[in-house]
């Protein structure tokens, strides 16, 4: 016999509780009540482990044209003007804003003014930070806020399935609009739903995709991946910025050198030990991420080694003990003592400037759903994302977003909506088949739609990716939902999608390369899925 489902209502769901989920719940709460949920517990969030800190325009030397100009620049053209305008120059307010809050940035020696780092493609010091544990203290400082806030409930654990939205569940509504969410508790499997006046994706990134990635285990791209069966517009997938730096080890794979440590002075070097991306670029290791990271992927294939490396041995003990910390004490825990021995590294997945399209206050293309953070596609990436960029741009849009949630008003709560149907599911005893398709999309992803493409890999990975996703939606609707068989079938909708806008870009531009359109079109254009 089935029993009804457990029904909870709010005023606003915010679903992820990174730094886009937790800054648009603080300011939500103004509205009225907030549930937060999140996948796992509050600190499994890419913000995280974020290193090398928020860009802003915060030294008498610098300015917002600057910061506009090399932010355009990484883009290759696919910049929207005015979203980056719009975050660039509320950069300081919200800076100024996370000291209020508490947030412990590192000061400059003098004291008075806090040290700005470097990182690659910025003309200028406009890197804030708290040694390299930028992610960590800022985490710190949400979280505190969110605990202590009355009007927010935060449910950990709790795996958002699809979203409720009228063109699927409750069709009489002339636009698409959102009501909520179907959420599973990953602890005790009761699949329930949260209706919402409002509903904000702020899920993530999708890192895991490929086998080799800086990202947590969570960035699965579950957003995406709800966002596109729920019929929301999708920019721009193909894009994924690979990180120049990732800790080459036979066990910790998702390890990051950050960029500020090249910023500070660290050479990228060849097994020789030449240094070779002055071959390259006029900024030598400090070139743009996507120059870096193609340039070490032809040193390794012209080479046939499997990682290049990273010296700071001249930079001294004090200073690599004192600016980072984290990943001084990481390299000696696996007996690398970096004042000594180059680091070695290699490029991984790291972030994507693609996602569901917004405006320049969070709204996405359905009525009642925001998307903010690496979830969305704000326009401020372009074709590639100027480094520390990403942290800066979710604080800001969150405020963006709850002023104009402010203005938009609720979506209406109804009596109706239906539960979710569970079919004639039985539970499986295969859990074995979904860890092999996971890691097959993530070895698709890196062999053939990797750092470099080709029009032929691409056509590979669209048949072998099409194939699994038939065996999982086999899988989706004869077995018991759970949380693994919910990431995978997440993992291979968003690699899917990704092949496709790849497939859709007949150019090279920005972190997208294809040595069959090896030229850049005069027109730029974003590939839209929808
Ligand atoms: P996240 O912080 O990833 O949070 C996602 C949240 O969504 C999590 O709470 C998760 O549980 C939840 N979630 C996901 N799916 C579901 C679901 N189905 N149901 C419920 N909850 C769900 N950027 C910078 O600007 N500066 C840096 O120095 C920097 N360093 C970085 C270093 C590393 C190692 C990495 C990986 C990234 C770095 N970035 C940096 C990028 C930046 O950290 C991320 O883009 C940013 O933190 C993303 O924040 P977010 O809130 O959108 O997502
Ligand atoms: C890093 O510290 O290198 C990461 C910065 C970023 O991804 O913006």
Redesign the pocket.
Known sequence: MKHEQRRIQTSSLV?????????AAIKLSRLGPVIL??????V????????????SVLSKDDSFENHIRDTCEAGAGLCRLDAVRTVIEDGPRAIEELISWGVDFDKAHSGESYHLTR?GGHSHRR?I?AKDL??KAL?ETLIHLVRGNPNITVM?N????DLITSDKYCPDFSKNSCFG?Y?LNRRSNEIFQIQAGRTVL????H?RIYLY????E??????IA?GWRAGAKIANLEFMQF?PTCLFHPQIK???I???VRGEGGILRNKVGASFMEDYHPQGSLAPRDIVARAIDRELKRSGETHVFLDVRHLGEEKLKRHFPNIFARCLSIGLDISKEMIPVVPAA??NCGGLVVDLDARSSIRGLYA?????CTGLHGAN?L????????IVFSDRLAKAAAKDGQMELLHNLPDWDSGDAVSSDEQVVLSHTWDEIRRIMWNYVGIVRTDKRLKRAEAKMVALRRELTDYYWNYQLNDKL??VR?LAEVAYLTIRSAMQRKESRGIHYNIDYNFTSETAKDTILW
Not at 46 to 54: E, L, V
Not at 387 to 393: D, K, P, V
Request: proline share 1%.
């Open positions: 679903i992820g509780g990174g730094v886009a989920g937790l800054s949920i999140s996948k796992g517990s509050l499994e969030a890419n913000t995280y482990y974020a290193q090398g800190g928020i860009a990182e890197v930070h930028t992610g985490m950990e709790q795996f958002a399935i969410a959420i702020a899920t993530g990134g890192g990635t800086t990202n947590p969570l960035a699965t791209g579950d957003g709800m990180h998702d390890f990051l950050s960029e500020a790291h972030y903010v953070g690496e979830v969305a994302r480094a520390s960029n990403s942290l800066l741009e979710a919910l990431e997440n």
